[in-house]
């Protein structure tokens, strides 16, 4: 089934396009002066220029293939002078991951075999998926110094056991994707209920996890959790720590469909609306854009199945792209944020013009798979609830020819290099956390136009959990994108701003980290804000008694032994590695001192002051 646009459509988007262009160069030929609209023409040219030839290669097709895996050994083998890494090729601290070794698993005997010989060669082990998705060292077995732990890959252990489609139950092994899982339940007539950016852990009803034993044991042994099991809700989220699921049953639903529709308005109630928002709409989310002060509201609900429609969610931003385009966007990405001749006005209107692209392009939605019509979009749950075709290929290559297409975030190229953090509030205390943010950005709008250019702050709803590191209570996640040097602790523009709302959620607002989505800071001290914290840490003591499963970066988060998760040194706040407490922690020589936030005060961020860097340099050069 196509992915491209029908030709009305494409002519239809390409032309309104250039008109948004032409409408943004004539307002800023009015407000601003001529320098800085010759800047702002160049940059919307160059984008202009990419996005027609990215089309262009995307009409005339080519290969797609999704990123490679995340472990990679000398010589191709799976023994010796590995690493491992996570999609985006890096992590928060920039360190690489070293693995004596990997193992790769076809069958829970072979699974439980590689976990054995890890526990009798007393060697650390950490399970690592298909891709790594995690932006953390999840993935990053411990060991310390030297070669490290062993990697025990998931990657072939992706198929499913069984559905029972009587009683709405799917087993599948650990390793299966969730874009093969809900098509393999459609299939069988049956739909996971919530999209799977919520809480899918919530509809686990069993598992069988592989962990650490006695010699007298076989040194491994297969564990079964039933649903009634209290260990399951240790389980369901456990950070790897554990040991490794073999095997997971869900509880599902008769498929259905679902309607879906975006609207526009500004955002002047965003604080009463995101309490009501959830409740309003089954699977309604937003989407904030700050900077230009407006929501996109996303109403989409439950249908009656025999409601005309088969629409499909392939999110623009989730698809394969033309290589070429992804890196000219790369590098007009870095003359924005990185070269001070170019100004907030500038970084605002390109702001403008990606957010309308998505607009035009009803964000990869379309009525029948290949076109877009109109809104609603009606579509059974598992073409809506899946969100991009970039995954879809199990093919992979990675053997030194071009390719022409790549998902965005594909480390072999120099396209897509960003942050993805997220953070969630109790829905409780989510409108005063807005309001906090509102207020931020009224003192300067201009500052949030680089999240806006990551299509702004994604707004999701999670229901209160069972799990021990679930969420306590129903709350809301807020998932922002935004731009990442390659260059370790380089400055970027209005940074102080994000670490300010950063900091206003987890320590002013009751937050807590996403698990997955994190820097270093955001995890100092999130594990005392999870009641059964300790119970977990009971469950991982019984399971893994000598810490196989464990790390240095699990331990530090989880709060065992009293460290910190923290990176603590010069710079350390530039990378989110820290919370600054010292002018060292930023880039004093370039001009970025530690100071409290502008409307959350207890936040400590580093913030540009041209006058003091001066001071600073005199000071320190004794002049």
């Not at 564990?223 to 099991?229: G, K, P, S, T």
């Not at 820290?578 to 580093?606: I, N």
């Amino acid at each position: 089934m196509s992915n491209k646009l029908h030709n009305s459509s494409r002519h239809s988007f390409l032309l309104a396009w250039h008109s948004s262009n032409l409408a943004i160069l004539h307002e800023a030929i009015r407000i601003i002066p001529r320098y800085i609209v010759a800047i702002v023409v160049e940059i919307l040219r160059g984008l202009l220029v990419i996005l027609l030839l990215g089309f262009v290669l995307h009409l005339a097709g080519g290969d797609r293939h999704p990123p490679p895996g995340p472990i990679a050994c000398a010589r191709g083998g799976t023994s010796g002078g590995c690493t491992v890494t996570n999609i985006y090729g890096s992590f928060p601290d920039r360190a690489a991951c070293r693995a004596a070794g990997v193992a790769y698993p076809r069958t829970e005997e072979e699974l439980v075999a590689a976990v054995a010989a890890a526990a009798a060669a007393g060697r650390k082990a950490k399970a690592t998926t298909r891709y790594s998705n995690s932006f953390p060292r999840l993935a990053c077995p411990g060991g310390g110094e030297g070669e490290g732990g062993v990697a025990i890959s998931t990657r072939w252990l992706n198929r499913t056991v069984r559905v029972d489609a009587a009683r709405r139950l799917m087993t599948v092994e650990g390793g299966m994707v969730l874009r093969d899982l809900i098509r393999e339940a459609a299939a069988a007539g049956l739909a996971l209920p919530h999209s799977p950016y919520c809480a899918v852990h919530e509809y686990v009803v069993g598992m069988r996890i592989v962990t650490p034993a006695p010699a007298s044991e076989g040194f491994a042994v297969v564990r079964e959790l039933a649903a009634d099991d209290p260990d399951l809700d240790a389980a369901k989220v456990s950070l790897g720590v554990l040991g490794i699921i073999s095997q997971v049953t869900l509880a599902l639903e008769p498929q259905f469909k679902r309607s879906v529709k975006f609207v526009k308005r500004d955002d002047a109630d965003i604080a009463e609306k995101v309490a009501v928002w959830g409740r309003l709409h089954e699977f309604g989310d937003m989407v904030w854009l700050p900077g230009q002060r407006q929501v996109i509201y996303r109403e989409d609900n439950r249908v009656n199945i025999s409601t005309p429609g088969d629409g499909l969610n392939d999110y623009f931003g989730f698809r394969a792209q033309p290589t070429l385009s992804m890196v000219g966007a790369r590098v007009i990405d870095e003359w924005l944020e990185e070269n001070p001749m170019y100004t907030d006005t500038a970084r605002c209107l390109a702001s403008r013009a990606v957010t309308k692209m998505f607009d035009l392009l009803a964000y990869g939605f379309t009525n029948d798979g290949a076109t877009f019509t109109g809104y609603p979009v009606v579509g059974y749950q598992h073409r809506i609830q899946s969100s991009g075709s970039c995954m879809g290929s199990l093919e992979e290559k990675d053997d030194g020819l071009l390719l022409t297409t790549t998902c965005p975030w594909d480390r072999r190229t120099r396209g897509v290099f960003a942050y993805n953090v997220a953070f969630t509030v109790p829905l409780s205390r989510a409108p005063a956390f807005v309001a906090d943010v509102s207020r931020l950005r009224d003192l300067d709008p201009a500052a949030f136009c680089q999240i806006d250019a990551k299509m702004g702050v994604l707004v999701r709803y999670v229901a209160a959990s069972s799990a021990y590191l679930g969420k306590a209570e129903d709350s809301v996640d807020f998932d922002v994108t935004y731009y990442r040097s390659r260059a370790r602790g380089a400055p970027r523009a209005h940074a102080d701003v994000f670490d300010e709302v950063e900091q206003m959620a987890l320590r002013g607002h009751g937050g807590v980290p996403h698990w997955g989505k994190n820097r270093n800071a955001a995890f100092d001290g999130a594990i005392a804000r999870y009641p059964n914290a300790g119970e977990f840490l009971r469950v991982k003591d019984r399971f893994d008694p000598e810490g196989v499963f464990s790390s240095e970066w699990s331990d530090r988060v989880l709060g065992v032994g009293g460290a910190s998760p923290a990176i603590v040194g010069d710079g350390c706040a530039m990378e989110g590695l820290c919370v600054c407490s010292d002018d060292s922690h930023c880039a004093p020589e370039l001009g970025y001192f530690c100071r409290p936030g502008k409307v959350f005060t207890e936040a400590r961020v580093c913030s540009l002051l041209r006058d003091a860097a001066d001071g600073y340099l005199r000071d320190r050069h004794g002049n």
